[in-house]
């Protein structure tokens, strides 16, 4: 069974760059906007992206306290980040926004799931 992370650090940086996001998001600010106009994501359904962010940051921080549950999340978040990459590379909207929001917290998450989990994989 896998355990907590150790260290627990990383997983608790993912856990706030995630909850920032998701609060920066309730008011997107224009380079959030353009990049969910860019791969033509619905503006009615921009919120689900909020609450998808804010449970895998409840996730992380659960899984410090109770085994598995962190590096659930953390694999949850990385297969968030290759779906937005996806989405960017079918919409060919491959601009500053893709590389350094989706691929940067793509390698962040997996920088992470490595650091802190690197014996339960």
Known sequence: MTGT?????????????LFSDAILSVR??????????????????????????LL?????????RYA?????ANAAVI???VCA??????????KQEFWLNCL???A???AVLFLSHASAI
Not at 5 to 13: C, K, Q, S, V
Not at 33 to 52: A, K, M
Not at 56 to 64: I, K
Not at 85 to 94: I, P, S, T, V
């Open 79 to 81: 297969a968030y980040f």
């Open 5 to 17: 992370p150790d260290p627990w650090w990383p997983t608790a940086l993912l856990a706030v760059a």
């Open 108 to 110: 962040l998450s997996i």
């Open 56 to 64: 895998a940051a409840a996730g992380l921080v659960a899984g410090l």
């Open 85 to 94: 990459g996806y989405a960017h590379y079918r919409a060919r909207f491959l």
């Open 28 to 53: 997107p600010p224009v380079f959030i906007q353009q990049c969910l106009d860019g791969v033509r994501f619905p503006r009615e359904w921009w919120w689900t992206l909020i609450v998808i962010k």
């Open 68 to 72: 598995g549950v962190a590096v659930t």
């Open 104 to 106: 940067g917290m793509l």
